[in-house]
């Protein structure tokens, strides 16, 4: 049985973790701070997919992925008797009449690739608890996206490997000279500063992300996308509303730019105009400068790996990302594509989109 240590416990850790466990693996997961304590334990969740036009082996992966996680969670849940919150509820937008002819050829373009497996609809009736303002009357929905409850999830991935025998140890540091190998990194913006400094070139860097939980009891109706706003209702009667995208700011704690979004939200969905706001969050998500997840051996360490960047997709992409870094690490099969493909100091630098 393969003996291997994960440091990091977000969502791409513990998944990976997890994946590892339920083949067989002795895993040990170690934590710096807590599970979720970085960019995985926010308020929103949505697993959303791109827009199906301009396929590309990116959208590919991440629609496998979507189309993979019921059955991925499921198995979590059952595991460890942690509910992850996870239900595929789908999405939907307010859309401009002007925009009806482009919007159909997304239409169509979903029906092509997505397989059959899920639609997208363009509606001038639509039925949901929350329904964005349309100056129009013309709204685009779809039944391919879901929801996790970020912090669900990550509990849920910890009981799963826990109840298959795996460790978590939380409030540890992990030095890649002492970490007993094979060691797979998934530490986020840190891990990405790290691979910076050791490749000697820009890997990526942290952008700033902050969300708001609202009291407001609408567990199976499709969440919003309006402009950059997510608005996803989850299972506890909450809604998760957000987030900002922040290159350059001066601190990592929640600020005012959380109330403009929460006063749009408000906008988007005046259902949600006297909700009460439960919480607030800020975190510090790591993009890479590919925009796409990093995995693979990291160059110039023998028995060191990587599973980072997943910026906004992390979750979506989480079994995907899983399945690819077991593959490598426990049977040497090398299944990651060029585009995630983490590259050495000397190779040339990952730049597709």
Not at 4 to 26: F, K, P
Not at 145 to 168: F, V, W
Not at 309 to 325: D, L, Q, S
Request: hydrophobic share 40%.
């Amino acid at each position: 049985m393969a003996s291997i240590t994960v440091i990091g416990a977000g969502i791409a850790g513990l998944s990976v973790a997890w994946e590892l466990t339920r083949r067989g693996a002795s895993v040990r997961v170690v934590e710096a701070d807590r599970i979720g304590a970085g960019s995985s334990g926010g308020t929103v969740g949505a697993l959303a997919p791109h827009a199906p036009e301009s396929w590309n082996l990116k959208k590919q992966l991440q629609l496998d992925s979507l189309l993979g996680a019921a059955s991925f969670w499921d198995e979590v849940a059952q595991a460890g008797g942690v509910d992850p919150g996870y239900a595929r509820t789908g999405r939907i937008q307010a859309v401009a009449l002007a925009d009806l002819d482009k919007l159909r050829a997304r239409v169509d373009g979903a029906a092509r690739h997505w397989q059959g497996a899920a639609r997208m609809w363009l509606t001038q009736a639509p039925e949901a608890a929350l329904i964005p303002r349309s100056e129009d009357g013309w709204w685009l929905m779809d039944d391919l996206t879901a929801r996790l409850s970020p912090r669900q999830a990550g509990a849920a991935l910890a009981a799963a490997i826990r109840a298959k025998g795996g460790e978590i140890a939380t409030g540890q540091h992990a030095t890649p000279d002492a970490v007993a190998t094979p060691a797979i990194w998934a530490t986020g913006t840190p891990g990405l500063e790290m691979l910076s400094c050791d490749l000697g070139r820009k890997i990526g860097q942290g952008v700033k992300g902050q969300s708001a939980s609202l009291r407001f009891p609408a567990p199976d109706t499709p969440q919003v996308y309006a402009e950059g706003l997510h608005i996803v209702p989850h299972a506890d009667g909450t809604v998760g509303v957000g987030s900002t995208s922040e290159n350059q700011y001066e601190h990592t704690g929640v600020d005012t730019l959380l109330d403009d979004v929460i006063t749009n939200a408000r906008a988007t969905c005046p259902e949600l105009k006297d909700a009460e706001v439960l919480s607030c969050w800020a975190g510090i998500r790591p993009r890479a400068r590919s925009r796409a997840p990093l995995l693979g051996a990291w160059p110039g360490r023998a028995g060191h790996f990587v599973a980072n960047g997943g910026f906004k997709i992390g979750f979506g992409m989480a079994p995907v990302m899983a399945r690819m870094t077991a593959d490598l690490v426990l049977e040497g099969r090398d299944t990651i594509p060029d585009l995630f493909r983490l590259q050495g100091s000397g190779d040339t630098p990952i730049t597709a989109g």
